[in-house]
């Protein structure tokens, strides 16, 4: 599976960016997915996840609950983080990821595909 991420860029705090991710196969569905983000000299660490299929769960990182929001469209192979209320620390490359097995979604060493990340820039 191939991940294709979009839609980062500059916006000042307080402002909005919508993320992309399509996969490039017709099994989109049954990976559950997530977001990741790498800042400069930082690990990369969780952001949310949304589960396979009809995506009826999801879960958040403590820092973007009730701003940021995940949602996938299998029709279009795709699923979205929707970022609201942005800040200067939530500046980093974002990444999509694609979960096959049962390992936490978590941790980025149980994702099995990755895209290539888009980078998002809060200024003050």
């Known amino acids: 599976v191939q991940l294709q991420a979009s839609g980062g860029g500059l916006v000042q705090a307080g402002g909005s960016l919508r993320l992309s991710c399509t996969a490039s196969?017709?099994?989109?569905?049954?990976?559950?997915m997530g977001w990741f983000r790498q800042a400069p000299g930082k690990e990369r660490e969780f952001v949310a996840w949304i589960s396979r299929w009809s995506g009826i769960l999801t879960d958040y990182e403590e820092y973007v609950k009730g701003r940021f929001t995940i949602s996938r469209d299998n029709a279009k192979n795709t699923v979205y983080l929707r970022m609201n209320s942005l800040k200067p620390e939530d500046t980093a490359v974002y990444y999509c990821a694609a979960l096959g097995g049962s390992g936490s979604y978590y941790y980025s060493t149980s994702y099995d595909y990755w895209g290539q990340g888009t980078e998002v820039t809060v200024s003050s």
């Open positions: 196969e017709g099994s989109f569905s049954r990976y559950g």
